[in-house]
Every structure is written in structure tokens, then in C-alpha cells.
């Protein structure tokens, strides 16, 4: 299988935009379909399923050589589960690396490693929701661009967090905010993936920068290497049902702290929050794109904040 998955990489590789590599996209995408394989059950917060992809990432943090906060990469946190009424823990895995020049000043990257588990309401043959989409594919860019700092150390501190309970009301990244490991006046800037894999129109959003012009005037032709389409939006508040993701994940906490953020995401697709977010139905080259994308602009933010 991994024979396969390598040959599939060096045909998507070859249709995507980038022709130098800077990170190891063979294992980004076999990454990808490990935690979104039925194994791992949806990965929701305080079940096995979830337990077992914390634990395959922790092991591939250490691999990066991400620094830990408190000698762990595992943060853990109490919750109110939703649906039980109970309390239960959660696993935010945090690691991070040390700027060259301004060491003390901090860039978050984040996504959300959870998903919403099983359910069989008796409709559907499948009762795995696997995430892959939602949000594997945020939480494996996470690593690659761990990847590429490590080896391109970055001017600013960089914090590498996947945060877990964000299907249960971001309660991972609220944590993260109310306890973070260094004052978050060190925060400069959370770049948030939640998403990044498919889209039928090549669209990807960068949401936030109508809270931040500052950094829209930055990011003027940042995209200019991507072949995707890279919209603007979802950040009006004057935005109908839902159109607004202001706080629709995990760069909410943050922006409640007046800390600045962009979101990277796609508009929902017929598989979202369905046993159908699946491997398969993932667009390898979008995802590719749309992780050389972040990375840009990471980098250039990085150089110019
Ligand atoms: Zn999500």
C-alpha cells in the first residue's frame, strides 16, 4: 500500500505548482490517511480512537524534534462532555521551536486533531465519521511545516498546537488561552488550519484579515506561486447562518484576546461532518497546494512582522 500511495504522490507532485520540495509530502499524505482510517474511530475527544491518534502524533512531534513546554507535548484539560453530561480530559499536543531573531515574540500554528467519533442513527451503512478533511489534513500540514522550520529555523518562536475538543465548542483552544505556557502579549499571531484538503472550485479562504487589515496589506501577492483560488472573507459579522467563521474554530480564543489570526479553510462540502470525510475523497493536489500556500504565507509573516 505505501508502494501505492508513493507512485500516487510522484503523479500529484508532478501536477502540483511546486516543483522544489520543502517538505516530505509522500509522508504528509500517508500521515493523512493513517488518523482518518477507520482504526482510529473518529477520533473524538476522551475516546480510544482519539487516544490513538494522540499518540501516533506525539510520536511524530519527537520525531520533528519540536521542543515541549513542562517536559511533555501533552497539555491535558478538563471538560464537560456535551452529550454525557460528565467530565472528562482532553489532550491538546503543543511543541514549538525557538526563533533566530526575535526569540521572545511567538507565531501559534494550529489546527484541531479531533473529530466527532461514531454514530449509527441506523440510516447509514458507514458509522465512522473519519475526519480526514475535517480536520486531518490541518492537523498533518502542522507537522510538514514542523518539518520545514526545523530545518529553516524561523525569526519568530513558532508554537506548533493541535488542539483536541474543538468539535465539542473549542474547548482545547480556550484552555490553550486561558493557560498558556508563555504570556499571550508574546503572542503575535495565530495561523489557523481547519479543512485545507478539497474544494471543488480550487477555493481556499483566508479568513480574519477584516479584524487585521494590518496584515492584509502584508499578504498583497503572497499567493501569487499558488494556482488556487485564494478568497478573502467570512469575517463579516453582518454574515447569515454561519457565513461568518469569526469563531467558527479554533483561532476564536484568540481573537477574543485581541490576538491577530488568519484562518485557512474551505467552504463546506456534501462529505462535512459525514462517514464520507474520507481519505479517498480528498483532492491530494488541492491539499498540497493549499499546504505550500500556509507555508508562504507563514514565511512571509514570519519575515515581515
Ligand atoms: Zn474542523
Known sequence: MKKIIVVFFCIVYSLSSYSQQRFDAAELLSNLKEISSDKYQGRRVGE???????IFLEKKMKEVGLLQFDSTYQHTFPFLHRTFRKKMEGYNLIGYLKGTEKPEEYIVLSSHHDHVGMHNDGTKQDSIYNGADDNASGTCALLAMAEYFLEHRPKHSIIFAAFDGEEMGLVGSDWFVDHSPIPLK?????INMDMISRNEKNEIYICGTRHYPKLKKMLKNSDENSVLTVSFGHDDPKEKNGDDWT???DHGPFHKQGIPFLYFGEEDHKDYHQPGDEFKNIDPVFYLN???LILDTTILLDNKL
Not at 480510544?48 to 494522540?54: D, F, Q, Y
Not at 508574546?186 to 495565530?190: G, Q, R, S, Y
Open 247 to 249: 469563531f467558527s474554530s
Open 290 to 292: 493549499a499546504v505550500n
Open 48 to 54: 480510544e480512537g482519539n487516544k490513538l491518534a494522540r
Open 186 to 190: 508574546n503572542i503575535i499571531l495565530n
